[in-house]
């Protein structure tokens, strides 16, 4: 346990440090070869690294769409109306999000549209390393969807002998998946990007990875000519505040919850009572002996500070300076505290509100900034997958009054063709 206010400030910033990443210059360079192979060889040398990254031997890299639509037949009842609600959740809290036409007379005789388009084409990647995950097919396809895109590529790594998880196959049915690729890693972000002989080329790439997916993503968003992602991220973390009248056996299961998605996940405890977090470490000891992944969560938790803060007042500044991807508020006043929060990718109210909540079915979105980027960047929602663009229509009286600032605007700036563009309007009968 630390104690913030012991700490210098140097410390602090210390203590609120991300586990260390691999050394980029030749992460980015292993990347860009892998990049390379595969915008020169397409198929050829995605099944490559299939073989050499994921121990998969499989000539065909896509799934057919008679198996995706049968997948329904290859899970339980349960999670079928597991994922079924799910769904239905997402897509109705970002139905909401859905734009409208925006129009707008500035001025007598001139009229401005803000208008939004659907991305036509775009790739999911969902991660597959040490577990399926539907919910992120969810996360992302639902929105996909919604927009009315007419190209989703989905892409997800198998390993070994093994297929694309029935699970995933019947989230994929539900958002409309046109291609279902079988890969995962740089090389297959690589292929959407710059399209193969069986993958379609996106226009944009969505989805969460490990080092070398975040580090493709960035790479080719500088690289291909009109490709975008949604934003950078890396491990996932968890922040939470909890008062002495926090349930350390809920505080201690989202503080796992979160430890398990990996061994560079982090995940920090502030609390204004030294009692609670001796009683959330001794929690974390007993619900780890019957966690199937609890390796990996130990190795979570030795880079993960369990620190004293003197007020929740404290606790809100300590947050908001670390910009967490999950904060979970479990204070007696957690509903009042809400809006003193910023830089926080999404926000979890209450003793009730676990991150497991919004990980899988609440209907907010659980693609988020983080490593910081929650200054910056937001939560994935339906406008990422939308462009705007604007349209305005003038008459000649709305022109005439415009002129009034255009001309004087253009002479200053010694263009006179844009002036005369105006001009030769205006005379003319």
């Not at 659907?118 to 995950?133: C, D, E, F, K």
């Not at 190795?299 to 300076?321: C, T």
Request: net charge negative; aromatic share 6%; glycine share 6%.
């Amino acid at each position: 346990m630390e104690i913030w206010s012991a700490l210098s400030s140097e410390q602090q910033a210390a203590l609120l440090t991300r586990p260390a990443q691999q050394d980029v210059s030749t992460l980015q360079s292993n990347v860009q070869r892998i990049i390379e192979s595969v915008k020169n060889e397409g198929d050829n040398a995605l099944k490559q690294f299939n073989r050499e990254f994921d121990k998969n031997f499989c000539d065909s890299l896509i799934v057919p769409q008679s198996q995706i639509e049968q997948s329904g037949e290859l899970i339980s009842d349960n999670l079928k109306a597991a994922i079924d609600q799910a769904f239905a959740n997402i897509t109705k809290f970002h139905a909401a999000q859905l734009p409208q036409t925006k129009v707008i007379e500035t001025q007598p005789g001139v009229v401005c549209e803000l208008r939004y388009q659907a991305i036509n084409a775009v790739g999911i990647y969902v991660p597959g390393g040490t577990a399926p995950l539907p919910s992120s097919v969810l996360m992302q396809g639902s929105l996909a969807k919604l927009s009315g895109a007419e190209t989703i590529v989905l892409a997800t790594p198998v390993k070994g002998e093994q297929d694309v998880n029935p699970a995933i196959l019947y989230a994929a049915k539900l958002c409309g998946v046109t291609t279902l690729v079988k890969s995962g890693g740089a090389g297959v972000i690589s292929a959407m990007a710059y399209g193969t002989e069986s993958i379609p080329k996106v226009n944009k790439i969505f989805g969460p990875g490990n080092s070398f997916v975040t580090m493709a993503k960035q790479l080719v968003a500088q690289q291909c000519t009109g490709l975008a992602i949604d934003m950078p991220a890396g491990p996932s973390e968890v922040l939470v505040i909890a008062d002495s009248g926090a349930n350390p056996k809920f505080v201690a299961s989202d503080l796992l919850s979160q430890a398990e998605h990996g061994a560079d996940s982090q995940v920090v405890l502030l609390s204004d009572d030294k009692t609670l977090i001796d009683q959330v470490k001794q929690e974390i000891d007993v619900q780890l002996q019957v966690l199937s992944r609890s390796d990996i969560a130990k190795q979570a938790l030795a880079n993960s500070p369990f620190i004293l803060v003197e007020s929740i007042e404290q606790a809100i500044k300590v947050s908001n300076q670390y910009g967490p991807e999950h904060l979970i508020v479990q204070t007696r006043n957690a509903s009042e505290l809400t809006d003193k929060f910023y830089n926080v990718g999404s926000l979890f109210v209450g003793d009730y509100t676990p991150e497991s909540a919004g990980d899988y079915a609440s209907g907010t979105n659980h693609v988020l900034p983080t490593y910081g980027y929650s200054q910056v960047y937001s939560a994935l929602n339906l406008m990422d997958f939308f462009r705007t663009y604007t349209v305005q229509t003038i008459s000649k009286q709305g022109l005439t009054t415009l002129a009034n600032s255009i001309l004087p605007i253009a002479d200053a700036e010694g263009l006179d063709a844009h002036a005369n563009a105006v001009k030769i309007r205006l005379e003319e009968q």
